[in-house]
Structure formats: structure tokens, C-alpha cells
């Protein structure tokens, strides 16, 4: 699979504060490549440094394996941040200035973008008078104006209702079925979780990881046991060398193994050998929310 | 560049305050320079002996040709009003943040940089146009019949262009690096109508030196110089003034190039 975007030992600074420390990855093409990362991680600046609005201090990014240019630039949809527009401007006279710098989409596209987002009945609002919702509604709109092949959305749910959210995860979700390569920063885990299927974590500038979210998920096997006798069986599995977690309140123990050696038959064996009756025995995929928080050390 | 115009357009054509402050400066330079031709008619109607001596001493400067130099240098007082235009086009990037999504939408630095650069020049451009317009109006109005020469200073549009875009791309300079619509143009103002003038003349009297004349505004300033009957005062200052013009010209364009390459220079390297 090719890559979208490359991005080969980026750093920045701000003054002596070292923003990314030598960060690379690569997006392959048709993926949700999701940023994640907790508050001043670099996700920002990062995505800053891909559409040109920051300067990194070295390293290099390739757009489709060129340089990143404004040719380039034009034909991806972006929001960064904060939706930025004029707040004298209504909704569809601002997503003109944007086709027009773009050269994205026709003035029927913006009428079907803001369809899209909701926002058709209120096109002729000044952007000022939009709750920060619409806002946002309008940011996501802008990018998706002209149908771009590649997307750039910093945390694209921000400010959202509920439903908003929802609305707006399954867009990304059939922008992904329909061959749309997606860059996402966020530090909502459950998002990434659910409409990523690569994702890079970052932490105080530094990439810790990255690759798929299912490899990235099933760092380790987890497997939950329960038996009436909770103690004896805490005694029994002491046994097994394992790192074990256990929780009295739930009455359930969690033990953990190094990727794919868990077998579920085996301990099960194991339990009844040594006089314990399982009442309880899952293989639990670590979520992404754990996972994030051992990786990040919060 | 088409498609530059148009968008600067799409940014301002539906901006109310725009219009507010571009409908201001189209009142200006016609306002200001009535109000001093009227001053004019008020003191040379006079027929007291003083009001004679003036009238025979001024003659008629709002006539053709002499006109478009003292028009030019009356107009030239409210560079003022269209600077504020200038300072909010572009500290409103700033604002609302549009700088950095118009080069997230696939503009380069220069192509933002040159958007400005065009502004500030119809900006210019359409104040020349006002000025040439009050110019013909009055100086029509006050010339005699079948007078010959009425275009020999009608070069005094180059100059007053000249001096308007300089001084217009140091308002534009100011609001680039402080990027607050009130700061830049309380600067601005503070430092054209104060600080400058009196450094000028506190150079020039307590020290005899004319190092003020390369102050930043001092030197367009200078193109345009005073009405003839203002220059009697001292003709051979008058005189010398005159004769300045032509290096002026060649000063002021140098810090216009110095300015706008700044100002392109700055914009592709800080972060937006």
C-alpha cells in the first residue's frame, strides 16, 4: 500500500521548549490514520507542520512522495484546530473564498456540503451568529468541499453535540468505505477506537508508537478468570509466573500474556487440575483507553 | 493573480466595515479640500486692505495647474483614513486566523503576501482617482476660461500616488507586526502626527542636521511639496525643497521595494 504522507525525523521548537522530538511515520493510502496523543503532545503541531503554517525546525514531510506545495495543499480538505473564517461572512460566502483559493468544488458542491453538515438552512447566516457546533460543522464542510481524496481534521468532533459527533464519526467511516485516506489528531480514545484503523501516539513530542489500531490494541493477551473460591484461585494461578490484576469487587483476576501465548483451554485445564471450577474465562482485547495510558505512563 | 483579486474581493465585498471607513475616505478628499477652498474665498472676498495683500499674495491656488500641488498637499494630511483600511485588512487576518486557513487552502506565503500588496495598491489607486477627481472639479471650477497649461503639474498624481502607497505600506508594516487593528493604528497615527514630526524638527533646529528627511514617512512626505503662496516665506527653502523632489522620488521608491520585502520576507518566516 503507498503512502499518503511520510513524515521523516520532524522537530520543532518553541524556544526551548522541543514541541517534536524527531517524529516519523508513514500514512498508507485509503487509511483512518488517527494522532493521538494527551494536551500538548505535539498533535497540532504536527498536523501545523503538514499544511504549512508552522516551519519545523528539521526533518521532512512528503505529500504523495513530493514535497509538501500549495498545488498539493489544494487538493486536500483541512481543518486545523480552531475553525478559522470571516465572522462578517456568512456560511456560503466564506466556503467561497475557500473554493476559491482551492479551486475545490462547484457553488452546487457548497450547497451539498452544507447539506451534508446541516447547515443548508442557515447558509445565509453570518458566520459570527453560529453556535460553536455550527462552527465546527462549517470547518468540516470547508474540507470536505470538492470531494477531496485526502482529509486533515484536528479534532473534528470538538464542540459537537452528542448526535453531532455520531453524525459526524459516520462520515468518516463512509468517507473510509469510499476510498478517502483520513489524518486525524484527537485525544478522545474512544473515537480514534472506533473509526481509526492506524494511528500514531504521541506523548510530549516523542512518537511511542505506531501502526494499526488492532496491533496497537493487542500489545498483550488479558485474560479475565473468576471462580467462587476467588482467593484459592489467586493461590493457583501464582503458579503461572503472570502478571495478575485483581479485582475484588468485580470477584474477577486479570492475567497477563505476551501477545498470542494466551490459551484459554490450557488454563481452563489447568484451574480444573488444581481443584478450581472456573465460573468465568475471557479473552479480553485491551482497549485502546488502557493501552494509551500504559504507553503515555498517566 | 485573477484568482487573487477575486478572492480579496469575496473577503470584501460583503464587509460592512469596509464600506463604512472606504465610504469616509471618499468623503474626505473632497471635504477637506472644499473647506480649505472655502477658507480661501472667505479671506480673499475681504475687502479690507489685509484681505487684498493676501489675495494679491496667494493668487489662486485651487486654479489650474497650481491646483494639483496644493490639492495634493491638503489631501495628503488624511493619509490617515485609508490607512485604517489597510490596518484592518490585514490584522483581520490576524484576527479570526483567516491567514493560516487561506494557506491551508492552498495558497503559497507569497500568493497571501501579494493579495495584501494588491490591496494596498487599489487602495491607492482609488484614493489618486478621488484626488484627480476633486482636482478637476475645483481647479475647473476656479480656472479662467481657455487657461493654457492646466495639465503642466498634473505629474503631482504620480507623486501623490507615490507618497499614498508608501505611507499606506508602512500602516500595512505596522498592523503585519503588531497584528491588533487598535494597537497598529493607534501606533501608526501616534507615530506619523507626533513622534515623527517632532524628531524631524527637533533634529533639524537643535542640531541643523536633515537626517529626518530618511524618517520613514518624512521621506514621501517630501514629494509633495507646500502650496506656492506658503513657499513665499522663504523662497529659497521653497526653492531647495523643490529641487529635493526628484531624489526623494528615488528614496521613496527604495523604501517602498525595502518595505514590501520585509514584509514578504517576514511572512514566509514566522509561523502563522
Given at each position: 500500500m503507498s503512502s499518503v504522507l511520510s513524515l521523516n525525523n520532524i522537530a520543532k521548537s518553541y524556544g526551548k521548549v522541543q514541541a517534536l522530538k524527531g517524529v516519523s511515520f508513514n500514512v498508507p493510502e485509503g487509511s483512518v490514520f488517527g494522532i493521538l496523543g494527551p494536551n500538548g503532545s505535539g498533535k497540532t503541531t504536527l498536523l501545523s507542520i503538514i499544511l504549512d503554517v508552522l516551519k519545523a525546525n528539521s526533518g521532512n514531510f512528503l505529500w504523495f512522495g513530493h514535497p509538501g506545495s500549495p498545488a498539493q495543499r489544494k487538493k486536500i480538505g483541512s481543518l486545523l484546530e480552531t475553525p478559522n473564517f470571516y465572522h462578517y461572512l456568512s456560511g456560503i460566502n466564506n466556503l467561497k473564498i475557500t473554493q476559491s483559493i482551492s479551486g475545490r468544488g462547484t457553488d452546487a458542491d457548497i450547497d451539498e456540503v452544507l447539506k451534508k453538515v446541516k447547515l443548508f438552512e442557515r447558509r445565509k447566516s453570518r458566520f459570527s451568529t453560529f453556535s460553536l457546533g455550527m462552527k465546527q460543522r462549517l470547518a468540516i464542510a470547508a474540507a470536505l468541499l470538492g470531494d477531496p481524496k485526502v482529509l486533515v481534521l484536528d479534532e473534528p468532533t470538538n464542540g459537537l453535540d452528542p448526535v453531532g459527533i455520531a453524525e459526524i464519526r459516520q462520515l468518516i467511516i463512509d468517507l473510509r468505505t469510499s476510498g478517502h485516506t483520513i489524518i486525524m489528531a484527537s485525544h478522545l480514545l474512544d473515537e480514534v477506537e472506533k473509526v481509526c484503523t492506524h494511528a500514531a501516539i504521541l506523548r510530549t513530542g516523542e512518537l511511542i508508537t505506531?501502526?494499526?489500531?488492532?496491533?496497537?490494541?493487542?500489545?498483550?493477551?488479558?485474560?479475565?478468570?473468576?471462580?467462587?473460591?476467588?482467593?484459592?484461585?489467586?493461590?493457583?494461578?501464582?503458579?503461572?509466573?503472570?502478571?495478575?490484576?485483581?479485582?475484588?469487587?468485580?470477584?474477577?483476576?486479570?492475567?497477563?500474556?505476551?501477545?498470542?501465548?494466551?490459551?484459554?483451554?490450557?488454563?481452563?485445564?489447568?484451574?480444573?487440575?488444581?481443584?478450581?471450577?472456573?465460573?468465568?474465562?475471557?479473552?479480553?482485547?485491551?482497549?485502546?483507553?488502557?493501552?494509551?495510558?500504559?504507553?503515555?505512563?498517566? | 493573480m485573477t484568482n487573487i483579486v477575486k478572492t480579496e474581493w469575496l473577503k470584501i465585498r460583503n464587509y460592512p466595515a469596509f464600506w463604512w471607513v472606504f465610504g469616509i475616505t471618499a468623503l474626505t478628499y473632497p471635504g477637506i479640500n472644499t473647506l480649505f477652498l472655502y477658507a480661501y474665498h472667505d479671506i480673499t472676498k475681504q475687502k479690507s486692505t489685509?484681505?487684498?495683500?493676501?489675495?494679491?499674495?496667494?493668487?489662486?491656488?485651487?486654479?489650474?495647474?497650481?491646483?494639483?500641488?496644493?490639492?495634493?498637499?491638503?489631501?495628503?494630511?488624511?493619509?490617515?483614513?485609508?490607512?485604517?483600511?489597510?490596518?484592518?485588512?490585514?490584522?483581520?487576518?490576524?484576527?479570526?486566523?483567516?491567514?493560516?486557513?487561506?494557506?491551508?487552502?492552498?495558497?503559497?506565503?507569497?500568493?497571501?503576501?501579494?493579495?495584501?500588496?494588491?490591496?494596498?495598491?487599489?487602495?491607492?489607486?482609488?484614493?489618486?482617482?478621488?484626488?484627480?477627481?476633486?482636482?478637476?472639479?475645483?481647479?475647473?471650477?476656479?480656472?479662467?476660461n481657455g487657461s493654457p497649461h492646466i495639465w503642466r503639474l498634473s505629474y503631482y498624481i504620480g507623486l501623490f500616488f507615490l507618497q499614498t502607497f508608501s505611507q499606506l505600506s508602512i500602516a500595512f508594516t505596522v498592523g503585519m507586526l503588531l497584528r491588533k487593528a487598535f494597537i497598529a493604528l493607534a501606533i501608526f497615527t501616534f507615530y506619523s502626527i507626533i513622534v515623527e514630526p517632532i524628531a524631524v524638527n527637533f533634529l533639524k533646529y537643535k542640531y541643523n542636521s536633515e537626517i529626518?528627511?530618511?524618517?520613514?514617512?518624512?521621506?514621501?512626505?517630501?514629494?509633495?511639496?507646500?502650496?506656492?503662496?506658503?513657499?513665499?516665506?522663504?523662497?529659497?527653502?521653497?526653492?531647495?525643497?523643490?529641487?529635493?523632489?526628484?531624489?526623494?522620488?528615488?528614496?521613496?521608491?527604495?523604501?517602498?521595494?525595502?518595505?514590501?520585502?520585509?514584509?514578504?520576507?517576514?511572512?514566509?518566516?514566522?509561523?502563522?
Amino acid at each position: 500500500m503507498s503512502s499518503v504522507l511520510s513524515l521523516n525525523n520532524i522537530a520543532k521548537s518553541y524556544g526551548k521548549v522541543q514541541a517534536l522530538k524527531g517524529v516519523s511515520f508513514n500514512v498508507p493510502e485509503g487509511s483512518v490514520f488517527g494522532i493521538l496523543g494527551p494536551n500538548g503532545s505535539g498533535k497540532t503541531t504536527l498536523l501545523s507542520i503538514i499544511l504549512d503554517v508552522l516551519k519545523a525546525n528539521s526533518g521532512n514531510f512528503l505529500w504523495f512522495g513530493h514535497p509538501g506545495s500549495p498545488a498539493q495543499r489544494k487538493k486536500i480538505g483541512s481543518l486545523l484546530e480552531t475553525p478559522n473564517f470571516y465572522h462578517y461572512l456568512s456560511g456560503i460566502n466564506n466556503l467561497k473564498i475557500t473554493q476559491s483559493i482551492s479551486g475545490r468544488g462547484t457553488d452546487a458542491d457548497i450547497d451539498e456540503v452544507l447539506k451534508k453538515v446541516k447547515l443548508f438552512e442557515r447558509r445565509k447566516s453570518r458566520f459570527s451568529t453560529f453556535s460553536l457546533g455550527m462552527k465546527q460543522r462549517l470547518a468540516i464542510a470547508a474540507a470536505l468541499l470538492g470531494d477531496p481524496k485526502v482529509l486533515v481534521l484536528d479534532e473534528p468532533t470538538n464542540g459537537l453535540d452528542p448526535v453531532g459527533i455520531a453524525e459526524i464519526r459516520q462520515l468518516i467511516i463512509d468517507l473510509r468505505t469510499s476510498g478517502h485516506t483520513i489524518i486525524m489528531a484527537s485525544h478522545l480514545l474512544d473515537e480514534v477506537e472506533k473509526v481509526c484503523t492506524h494511528a500514531a501516539i504521541l506523548r510530549t513530542g516523542e512518537l511511542i508508537t505506531t501502526g494499526e489500531v488492532e496491533e496497537i490494541l493487542v500489545d498483550d493477551d488479558v485474560v479475565e478468570v473468576s471462580a467462587t473460591n476467588l482467593n484459592a484461585l489467586v493461590d493457583i494461578l501464582k503458579r503461572l509466573n503472570k502478571h495478575m490484576v485483581v479485582d475484588e469487587k468485580l470477584n474477577t483476576i486479570h492475567i497477563t500474556f505476551p501477545k498470542g501465548e494466551a490459551r484459554l483451554d490450557e488454563i481452563n485445564k489447568f484451574c480444573f487440575e488444581q481443584g478450581i471450577a472456573l465460573n468465568h474465562l475471557i479473552l479480553k482485547k485491551k482497549r485502546l483507553e488502557a493501552r494509551f495510558f500504559e504507553l503515555t505512563n498517566n | 493573480m485573477t484568482n487573487i483579486v477575486k478572492t480579496e474581493w469575496l473577503k470584501i465585498r460583503n464587509y460592512p466595515a469596509f464600506w463604512w471607513v472606504f465610504g469616509i475616505t471618499a468623503l474626505t478628499y473632497p471635504g477637506i479640500n472644499t473647506l480649505f477652498l472655502y477658507a480661501y474665498h472667505d479671506i480673499t472676498k475681504q475687502k479690507s486692505t489685509a484681505g487684498q495683500v493676501l489675495k494679491a499674495l496667494m493668487g489662486n491656488p485651487f486654479a489650474l495647474p497650481e491646483g494639483w500641488r496644493t490639492m495634493a498637499f491638503f489631501s495628503s494630511f488624511f493619509v490617515y483614513i485609508p490607512a485604517i483600511v489597510v490596518i484592518m485588512l490585514i490584522t483581520n487576518e490576524y484576527t479570526y486566523k483567516t491567514n493560516r486557513q487561506n494557506i491551508i487552502d492552498g495558497w503559497s506565503r507569497r500568493d497571501f503576501m501579494t493579495a495584501k500588496l494588491i490591496d494596498v495598491l487599489l487602495l491607492s489607486a482609488i484614493v489618486i482617482l478621488l484626488y484627480t477627481a476633486v482636482v478637476l472639479v475645483i481647479g475647473l471650477t476656479n480656472t479662467k476660461n481657455g487657461s493654457p497649461h492646466i495639465w503642466r503639474l498634473s505629474y503631482y498624481i504620480g507623486l501623490f500616488f507615490l507618497q499614498t502607497f508608501s505611507q499606506l505600506s508602512i500602516a500595512f508594516t505596522v498592523g503585519m507586526l503588531l497584528r491588533k487593528a487598535f494597537i497598529a493604528l493607534a501606533i501608526f497615527t501616534f507615530y506619523s502626527i507626533i513622534v515623527e514630526p517632532i524628531a524631524v524638527n527637533f533634529l533639524k533646529y537643535k542640531y541643523n542636521s536633515e537626517i529626518g528627511r530618511f524618517f520613514p514617512m518624512e521621506i514621501s512626505d517630501r514629494l509633495l511639496t507646500k502650496p506656492v503662496f506658503l513657499g513665499k516665506i522663504d523662497e529659497m527653502a521653497y526653492q531647495r525643497s523643490i529641487d529635493a523632489v526628484k531624489y526623494h522620488v528615488v528614496y521613496t521608491i527604495v523604501l517602498v521595494l525595502l518595505t514590501w520585502l520585509f514584509c514578504f520576507w517576514l511572512n514566509n518566516r514566522r509561523d502563522l
